[in-house]
């Protein structure tokens, strides 16, 4: 079991930056994909990005593509999310997730199955 803990939320303008960070613990992170969720009030859980084991191949919903940036850092356990060109729209708990299986490519399909307690970004217009 894996253990994840989200950094880095908070309240900023519209066209302002954030970058959030997931520490992980409890086993092998270095071979396992990452994802960001978000949920915004009233909606479904969403899927953001994601990045594979190796970090060599990256995905993104539609919405965040040329705004937010995913990456890993395997030496210290962390996946982050730069957020740039935020928009009051962006406004959501955040959620970094580990996938279940082993070298996987972080594909919005994949069998993500630990998360962590969320980190609150807030956009104001």
């Known amino acids: 079991q894996v253990q994840l803990v989200e950094s880095g939320g908070g309240l900023v303008q519209a066209g302002g930056s954030l970058r959030l960070s997931c520490a992980a613990s409890g086993r092998t992170f270095s071979i396992y994909a990452m994802g960001w969720f978000r949920q915004a009030p009233g909606k479904d859980r969403e899927f953001v990005a994601g990045i594979s084991w190796s970090g060599s191949s990256t995905h993104y919903a539609d919405s965040v593509k040329g705004r937010f940036t995913i990456s890993r850092d395997n030496a210290k356990n962390t996946v982050y999310l730069q957020m740039n060109s935020l928009k009051p729209e962006d406004t959501a708990v955040y959620y970094c997730?580990?996938?279940?299986?082993?070298?996987?490519?972080?594909?919005?399909?994949?069998?993500?199955?630990?998360w962590g307690q969320g980190t609150q970004v807030t956009v104001s217009s």
């Open positions: 997730a580990a996938d279940r299986s082993g070298y996987g490519l972080g594909l919005p399909k994949a069998d993500f199955g630990s």
